[in-house]
């Protein structure tokens, strides 16, 4: 294997790390601010955390090689929708967090990736058998992980799932726009969107206060600059690389990061059913991943592929619009 693979592959890793470490800088977070200022801060900063990234490439005249330069207006409308997605998504998962740990939040949120292909019947896509049985794997884990024995579950792992349905329509959005729009700009202008979003409902839900945020300067700087920022570039420079069977496995370890540094950092545990359901859910979202859904006609795109995991899902999914970029990636594969 190649030395610039093997690093690819490194840096991979890395980034699914700081990804799965970024579900406990999301809880802490909510111990000094509410759901929505927490996200609202830490968008607009991954948003800012971009800037130099967009204005590197412009200078280095990397923006626009193989795809489309549209004008800037062509940009609204889908900065518009996929931000009012990840916004929804965003919040559904923050919120969440209050009734949930960050290791079960990592592995629900991880769905998204069998939801992508099951949405995609509503298109031109079809799940092929592989991508089938991941779905049957996937649900069998999440009921051993969330349903308890008196067939109950915890209110914030319904919302994780539900905000894994918005994440999964985020994704197939931004396989529908990325093929014509630079990727970094594209992910900046969901970021504002998401980010302004947040922090209306947080003056209107919450109370917003400089102690507050101060409080929680470190978790909300991780998550915006490091999770966003770092990690999203790191993926995006990874995958000029490595193969896109690389990424899926090793970005697929999102989900197992996030539940091992919840134990390690907050002390949260599982039991041994949960732990089973644990690993049902990243084989079914590996199987989902790397047996793409097949397009019914030969020249139909495909969603964009995205990580099994579950770390700030905003850097995640706009890794999936970089892989458009790269050219890493397979378009027709069926998830930051």
Not at 295 to 309: E, I, M, N, T, V
Request: overall charge positive.
């Amino acid at each position: 294997m190649k030395t610039n693979v093997w690093k690819a592959d490194a840096m991979l890793l890395l980034t699914s790390l700081v990804w799965g470490a970024a579900f406990v800088a999301q809880r802490v977070g909510m111990n000094s601010v509410g759901p929505y200022t927490f996200n609202g801060l830490r968008f607009l900063l991954g948003a800012l955390a971009l800037l130099p990234l967009a204005r590197y490439q412009r200078r280095a005249g990397l923006a626009g090689k193989g795809r489309i330069e549209p004008a800037m207006s062509r940009y609204l409308w889908p900065c518009l929708l996929t931000g009012l997605f990840l916004f929804t998504g965003a919040s559904l998962q923050q919120v969440g967090l209050l009734w949930t740990t960050a290791g079960k939040a990592g592995f629900i949120t991880g769905l998204y990736v069998v939801f992508v292909p099951l949405l995609g019947l509503l298109g031109r896509h079809r799940p092929d058998r592989a991508t089938w049985a991941g779905v049957a794997l996937a649900a069998v884990g999440l009921f051993l992980l969330s349903v308890t024995e008196s067939f109950t579950i915890a209110f914030g792992d319904l919302l994780e799932l539900a905000g894994a349905l918005f994440w999964a329509g985020h994704v197939l959005l931004v396989g529908r726009y990325a093929t014509r729009l630079e990727p970094i700009p594209f992910s900046i202008g969901q970021f504002l969107v998401c980010g302004i979003l947040s922090l209306a409902t947080a003056f209107w839900r919450e109370s917003v206060t400089l102690a507050g945020v101060y409080g929680g300067l470190v978790p909300i700087a991780y998550g915006g600059l490091i999770s966003v920022g770092v990690g999203y570039t790191l993926q995006v420079v990874a995958q000029r690389d490595t193969l896109p069977t690389h990424a899926a496995i090793i970005l697929s370890l999102e989900a197992v990061f996030a539940a091992w540094t919840g134990r390690l950092l907050l002390g949260e545990t599982m039991s041994w059913r949960a732990t089973g359901g644990c690993a049902l859910m990243l084989a079914g979202c590996l199987l989902a991943q790397l047996g793409p859904a097949k397009p019914r006609h030969p020249d139909a795109a495909g969603p964009l592929p995205a990580s099994c995991g579950a770390g700030p899902a905003e850097a995640r999914h706009q890794g999936a619009a970089g892989c458009g970029d790269s050219g890493a990636c397979d378009n027709s594969d069926a998830s930051a």
